[in-house]
């Protein structure tokens, strides 16, 4: 089994548990990220009462709205990332080992190179995963009006007036109304802020090797043979990804005002035609404050599952390589001498 296999299949495991662990902090962000509704900004809401509201008025099943297609899309989004990831990793680290027998370099990969190969590994993912994320969107966005509020100023594409709720939301609903809206380009909306949104992946494995590195040439000046631990790789996992959210929200908050459902016939304030409309409107309609709606529950999310995920990631990649090693040692030690 190749490394980048191994580095693939790890990744995906990883991100899946780190997506049922965190998923509805995740769908609350993505509510607080499409809400457009300006009497709900006098009244803010934390992120555990928002939780509490959607449980009171739909149930405890919404919090996990859209949960079976994010958990293919994190499973495929983790593992075409890391595939691709260690495959151009090999080839950065063979051109630097190449370069060093010229006479140039140390023949390690250094922060420009290891920022070019996250980079390139995030667009395959994003082209080949988009369509999934779109859907997982409209799935978290979807909510149904409860009988006791009061007729909005600005209705709510998506909610279900007075609390009847149809059959339930189903992935092959989302999919239909996506096709509905904008055909097969309906499904790549989006793209171009999440293309640039690469950075955020890239930022966060740079910091994290950085980091990872320096601990262990820290480790090595000591003359230390102790390995680097769980709770070491989910601490650097975590700074990592707190870094990167930081620097990258604005454009995830746009990413899903263009994948949310679009206000149709209602407010034009509330459509967006494409990435530069849906800025333009946001800067003129909400200011600055409209981009960083809900940025501290990403945060807990991000770094919540980011530490998982590089934590466990790092244990299976690490367990499937013993079991390796240790079924090519049987083999040695059953051919006959």
């Known amino acids: 089994m190749s490394d980048a296999l191994i580095n693939g299949l790890a990744g995906a ?29 006098k009244k803010k809401a934390g992120t555990v009462e928002q939780m509490y509201q959607v449980v009171q008025q739909e ?7 859209g949960l079976a297609p994010s958990l293919v899309g994190t499973a495929c ?33 250094g922060m420009l190179s290891s920022l070019m190969v996250a980079a390139m590994s995030g667009c395959v993912n994003v082209l080949l995963t988009n369509p999934i994320w779109v859907v997982v969107t409209r799935m978290q966005t979807h909510t149904k009006k409860s009988p006791s509020d009061e007729a909005p100023s600005i209705v709510k594409e998506h909610a279900i007036v007075g609390g009847v709720e149809p059959p339930p939301y189903a992935t092959s609903n989302a999919v239909q109304e996506v096709f509905n809206e ?17 950075s955020n992946p890239s930022i966060q494995f740079m910091l ?7 601990l262990k040439q820290r480790r090595a000046s000591k003359n230390s043979n102790k390995g680097v631990t769980a709770l070491e790789v989910f601490l650097l996992g975590a700074l990592a ?9 604005p454009l995830l908050v746009v990413k899903s005002r263009l994948q949310a459902k679009q206000a149709v016939g209602i407010d034009k304030s509330h459509h967006y035609k494409g990435t530069l409309d849906a800025i333009l409107k946001m800067i ?20 919540l599952a980011a530490a998982v995920l590089f934590m466990v990631k790092e244990e299976l990649v ?16 059953s051919k006959p001498t």
């Open 208 to 214: 994290y090797e950085t980091l990872l590195k320096k």
């Open 241 to 249: 990804k707190l870094g990167a959210t930081v620097v990258t929200y």
């Open 284 to 303: 003129h309609y909400e200011g600055l404050h409209g981009f960083y709606k809900g940025m501290s529950t990403k945060i807990v999310q991000s770094v």
């Open 59 to 65: 149930g405890w099943s919404r919090l996990y709205g």
């Open 13 to 41: 495991g990883g991100g899946i548990i780190a997506q049922l662990i965190t998923y509805p902090l995740q769908t609350v962000n993505t509510r607080q990220q499409t809400d457009r509704d300006p009497k709900k900004q």
């Open 182 to 198: 904008a055909g097969i380009l309906g499904f790549w909306k989006g793209v171009f802020p999440t293309l640039i949104m690469v």
């Open 77 to 109: 989004s983790q593992g075409v990332y890391y595939y691709f990831y260690q495959i151009f990793r090999s080839k950065a680290e063979s051109a630097a080992l190449k370069l060093k027998k010229e006479g140039s370099g140390d023949g390690s990969v």
């Open 318 to 333: 690490n367990g499937a390589r013993w079991l390796l090693l240790k079924d090519a040692a049987n083999v040695v030690k």
